[in-house]
């Protein structure tokens, strides 16, 4: 069982900056392939970034590479999501989600646990 938990999310002017945070529990999250995703009111859920449990290799959604990136921390158990040069487009709220046994899926139906999320919202 991984619990997640995220944070870093809030207001930011378009061409801002912000990073989100996702901190598991559980002594197994280096084993883990970790997720970002974002539902925006009314939209499906879809894919943002992954990284491997590694952390060698990532995968980014078109709609934001150049823009935005994922790392983590395997000694603080935290995977975090860079993201820059805002777009009011990116609004949405943001989870992140660990997948057992994936290489870098993207589909939410992969991932086997799931934060809470956190709200993102970008002004014009």
């Known amino acids: 069982q991984v619990q997640l938990v995220e944070s870093g999310g809030g207001l930011s002017q378009a061409g801002g900056s912000l990073r989100l945070s996702c901190v598991a529990s559980g002594r197994t999250f280096s084993t883990y392939d970790m997720g970002w995703f974002r539902q925006a009111p009314g939209k499906e859920r879809e894919f943002v970034a992954a990284?491997?449990?590694?952390?060698?290799?990532?995968r980014l959604a078109e709609s934001v590479k150049g823009r935005f990136s994922i790392s983590r921390d395997n000694v603080k158990n935290t995977v975090y999501l860079h993201m820059n040069s805002l777009k009011p487009e990116d609004t949405a709220v943001y989870y992140c989600?660990?997948?057992?046994?994936?290489?870098?899926?993207?589909?939410?139906?992969?991932?086997?646990?799931w934060g809470q999320g956190t709200q993102v919202t970008v002004s014009s």
């Open positions: 990284i491997r449990w590694n952390g060698v290799s990532t």
């Open positions: 989600a660990a997948d057992r046994e994936g290489v870098l899926r993207t589909g939410p139906g992969d991932y086997d646990y």
